[in-house]
T-cell receptor, first 112, second 111 residues
Framework: GAGVSQSPSNKVTEKGKDVELRCDPISGHTALYWYRQRLGQGLEFLIYFQGNSAPDKSGLPSDRFSAERTGESVSTLTIQRTQQEDSAVYLC??????????FGNGTRLTVT | GDSVTQMEGPVTLSEEAFLTINCTYTATGYPSLFWYVQYPGEGLQLLLKATKADDKGSNKGFEATYRKETTSFHLEKGSVQVSDSAVYFCALSTDDYKLSFGAGTTVTVRA
């Protein structure tokens, strides 16, 4: 079956603009995660959705970051007023309930 | 909080060499431990896992043993191939959903 799909694969934006990143999880996976991977660094947890429960937003670095998920389907991660330090690969992952996670190929965001 | 420390890279070695990537962790409770691999141009994928002390995870010739006494989960492979060139991430989970990752170790295997 299809894996986790993320779009776009690459995004270049100007500082101050808003961007929206999309994630299509594996069908039937109730859990969805967003991580950020800065160059040369490990993965930083951003946000976690599980079914209709309240999301765990503890990893969002600032109020410029937000994410939504409708039910058990698509999720969008929005970054408002982008800054250069937001440049990173944004990874989405899904799982049935708990780890192991299945990752998408990521969206490489470059803020100029 | 929970954290993972893994051997810094990059690591370069020849085909058929022995590979070890060290990973130690700090966690409350009893974490599950994972190794993920990211091949060039691909997404992260689970390589192996262990859920309790003394468990050994294995896959594709790689092995790692959950050592509670040393809080370690070192990854080993006895004879690497060029196709093993990738970035390897150690990770843990203590609350059944959130994974904490190490910084990753880049491995390059030369023919």
């Amino acid at each position: 079956g299809a894996g986790v799909s993320q779009s776009p694969s690459n995004k270049v934006t100007e500082k101050g603009k808003d961007v929206e990143l999309r994630c299509d999880p594996i069908s039937g996976h109730t859990a969805l995660y967003w991580y950020r991977q800065r160059l040369g660094q490990g993965l930083e947890f951003l946000i976690y959705f599980q079914g209709n429960s309240a999301p765990d937003k503890s990893g969002l670095p600032s109020d410029r970051f937000s994410a939504e998920r409708t039910g058990e389907s698509v999720s969008t991660l929005t970054i408002q007023r982008t800054q250069q330090e937001d440049s990173a690969v944004y990874l989405c992952a899904s799982s049935l309930v708990a780890p192991p996670l299945h990752f998408g190929n990521g969206t490489r965001l470059t803020v100029t | 909080g929970d954290s993972v420390t893994q051997m810094e890279g990059p690591v370069t070695l020849s085909e058929e060499a022995f590979l070890t990537i060290n990973c130690t962790y700090t966690a409350t409770g009893y974490p599950s431990l994972f190794w993920y691999v990211q091949y060039p141009g691909e997404g992260l994928q689970l390589l192996l896992k262990a859920t309790k002390a003394d468990d050994k995870g294995s896959n594709k010739g790689f092995e790692a043993t959950y050592r509670k006494e040393t809080t370690s989960f070192h990854l080993e492979k006895g004879s690497v191939q060029v196709s093993d060139s990738a970035v390897y991430f150690c990770a843990l989970s203590t609350d059944d959903y959130k994974l904490s990752f190490g910084a990753g170790t880049t491995v390059t295997v030369r023919a």
